[in-house]
């Protein structure tokens, strides 16, 4: 259910709107967001607290022009 038609659009949405926010605060290197979805948990997806723990944004800053 919700807005989003799976778990792939709920990730990349966030990795979005985190990249976004990082943009707003003037952050002045290139920001690539890739939503990875299910498919790389750090915790297990049978408990609440594994689920929660797995709800992240991963920030990985590269000197500007280094990226590409």
Avoid: F
């Avoid at 979005?16 to 948990?41: C, F, M, W």
């Amino acid at each position: 259910g919700g807005m989003y038609r799976s778990n792939w659009d709920l990730s990349q949405a966030r990795a979005d709107a985190a990249a976004k926010y990082l943009q707003g605060q003037g952050v002045a290197n290139e920001i690539e967001s890739i939503g990875r979805g299910h498919t790389e948990p750090v915790a297990s997806a049978k408990t609440a607290d594994g689920r929660n723990k797995n709800r992240r944004v991963e920030v990985i800053l590269y000197p500007p022009g280094t990226l590409r």
